[in-house]
């Protein structure tokens, strides 16, 4: 029998992944290149778009499309959501599990209650970190690793030097986004305004940063109930990321795949994306020193985008000119364009030529007496064998020939098979029906694809329940409130008004400089004297580059007696629990909205965990009481951060970086603010280290809901107090000290 040839060894290929959302797109990515496939949870097809469709439709979707590919040896990744049912997450019947039974080959998760639930439900499934777990530092990637995952998609907002570094220092797999509709704001770190719903992750964004905006200097106030004027500029808006230009310092920079976001934006815009992606690494896998972008495919991809194309952060990093204002339409619209009609029908005769078939090996072998047999092969490992139905009789005339059954063998029709080789063991008289050829051809055809789709027949879980042992929080009967000040003015004056916690550190504000040393040696001392607490708390974004700096400042604080840190980056966690163990809270940016998120941050070091604020009361108080009293705390006070980015609106405006002109910093001109057409206005602070930071419109207050909080099981509430005056500090602690005493009748913070 033959066998395949093995592959061939040339230049390093990374997989390229495609997203997609119906079966159509599905298709459309295996017919032009794609080696992998990623379905999103709300799978669907264009007559039934995902979220529309039934649940039992929804998972027959996606065992179509999963065999679909698996038989044309395409892999399969399931962009896992955050459980839906947080009582038992990825049940029998759930999207997630008809992704894994139907033998997709990898899962990919882009929030901590995803990871948690899928290696519960899922435990032989490899699971790869999404972007949206903002994985932009070495330390947060093998953090991530030990958490179990088995890759790693990077953000875009990282340079390709960046990812390089990143990939040299670390054995797992990475991949990187190379075509997409760039995100304003770190994915994960990002929630929209008013309603505080999830911002990120495929098709769970509403696009409010799409919408029109005026930048203003001033202090943020109340709407105004004047006319409504139309905000006229996309102020938030950014290019599209288009990386095709730095396609070899990508692939250079050791990336094991390559990820295409296509889904939902339909078959057209599939196959010609994944035409250009595939074709453009074949020819870079050839000769990797002379690869260049071409005008055609730059040509081909500008006319199935939205936006302006854009190498986005990895050729120039922040300096990078990405912002896209130009506005057309009402607030509430999101332009897209259509693809022409030439482009649409040269995709679609590309779909409909379908992709390269697979080549099989067979054998066929005919004796006078004996069943006629057919046995084929992909070359892979699967090996089938089927039998005719009558014997095979000695030919009067004109006995079976290889040609002969080479004729009929070959006609493998609508299968994705193609006849490679055929071997033949015949006695030279025997002669057998072609009705009985054809059958066996097509049964055995029909069997190996069967073989290579083959199911999971591991018998999963009916959803994860939330049965684990509890880590112990802080002690029951008692309500203590933190509050997260800027200066060391302000963290003396909010213990001076009773609270129990201070926290000082993270992202400095300019015209802020941060606290140095001796200003928290101060706060430290101030909070002992009060009888409080001084925590130092972590930027949420810390780059390779920031590394060095940010584990300095933990080890200095913990050196000057620091009780703790508020972590907001999964790389700084480990190290945080190593100078302070029992003492780390997780911010609510790590993303705990459901309780199988917390085992994962639990195991890095974390023993509290602030509750996402774009929960509803039901969602907290189940919350609260799955993590077990004082796991959970809350913010209660402040405006909560939207995003924070790496494009800066002001510099965007205000010509802040000009080319390689270094930028002339316009954000010391404030205080600045975004204000929309319904006169809502949202502060724009930007931080030491050039990133935007853009907070909600309204001020949040739970202050009448602390007895509702307190028998959930919540031990300590939140005040957001960065940027306010120490004299507003101390009003707003006291009366959350107050409060907080007349919930249990005593002394608690």
Known sequence: MVSAPGRSSGAHRPKLLVLTGTIEETIAAVSCGAQAVGLVGRFGSHTEPGGQADPDSCCEMIRRATHYCRVRGVQVYGILNSPANTDAAYAEFSAEAALYRSGAECAVVNCLGALGAARRVFPDWPIWAGWGLAAHNTDSVAALEQAGVSGVILPPELTAGEISE??????????????????????GHCVSPGSLTRGAGVGGCDNWCRRGYTLEVGEASAPSSGRRRPAKRRLLSLKALEA???????????????????????????????????????????????????????????????????????????RASIGSPEWSGGPEDRIVRTVDADTAARARARIAAGPRRVPVYMQATARVGDLFRLEISDGEGHTVSVCGSVAAEAARTAPLSCEYLHRQLSRLGE?????????????????????????????????????????????????????????????????????????????????????????IGGEAFVPRSPAGISGIEDAVSAAHTAGAKLYYATSRIVHDRELNAAREGLRRAAD???????????????????????????????GIASPFGWPVLSAMGAVGSI???????????????????????????????????????????????????????????????????????????????????????????????????????????????????????????????????????????
């Open 166 to 187: 990143i990939a040299a220092r670390t054995s797992i797999q990475l991949g990187a986004l190379v075509h997409q509709e760039l995100c304003t704001f770190y994915a």
């Open 611 to 749: 509750i996402q604020p774009c929960l509803d009361w039901e969602q907290v108080r189940f919350l609260a009481e799955q993590l077990g009293p004082g796991i959970g705390e809350v913010f209660a006070f402040g405006r909560v951060e939207l995003g924070v980015s790496e494009y800066c609106v002001v510099g965007g405006v205000m010509g802040g970086r000009s080319g390689r002109r270094a930028c002339s910093a316009p954000c010391m001109r404030g205080p600045f603010l975004l204000r929309d057409s319904l006169g809502r206005t949202y502060p724009v602070r930007c931080d030491r280290s050039c990133r935007m930071h853009l907070f909600d419109w309204d001020e949040l207050n739970l202050i009448g809901q602390l007895p509702e909080l307190s028998r959930t099981g919540i031990g300590r509430v939140w005040l957001d107090l960065r940027g306010e005056p120490a004299s507003r500090a101390t009003d707003v602690c006291r009366e959350y000290v107050r409060a907080a005493h007349g919930v249990f009748g005593g002394l608690c913070s």
């Open 244 to 318: 095709l230009p730095v396609l070899r310092e990508l692939v250079g920079a050791g990336l094991s795949c390559l990820v295409v976001d296509g889904a939902f934006r339909g078959p057209e815009h599939v196959a010609v994306v994944t035409g250009v992606y595939s074709a453009a690494l074949d020819r870079l896998s050839r000769a990797p020193g002379s690869f260049a972008a071409k005008a055609s495919e730059m040509s081909l991809l500008a006319a199935v985008f939205s936006a302006e194309l854009s190498t986005g952060y990895y050729e120039r990093g922040q």
């Open 415 to 503: 299968t994705p098979f193609a006849l490679e080789n055929l071997q033949c063991e015949l006695d030279g008289s025997a002669i057998v029906p072609v009705s009985d050829v054809s059958d066996v051809r097509r049964r055995a055809a029909r069997a190996l694809e069967i073989l290579r789709a083959a199911p999971r027949e591991q018998t999963i879980c009916d959803g994860a329940s939330v049965s684990w042992t509890l880590a112990a929080g802080l002690p029951t009967g008692r309500l203590e409130v933190a509050a997260r000040v800027s200066s060391v003015e302000t963290a003396i004056a909010v213990t001076e008004a009773g609270a129990g916690l201070v926290c």
């Open 560 to 590: 000057v007696g620091a009780d703790g840190f508020l972590v907001a980056n999964l790389g700084l966690m480990s190290l945080s629990a190593q100078l302070t163990p029992g003492s780390v809270v997780a911010d609510w940016s790590l």
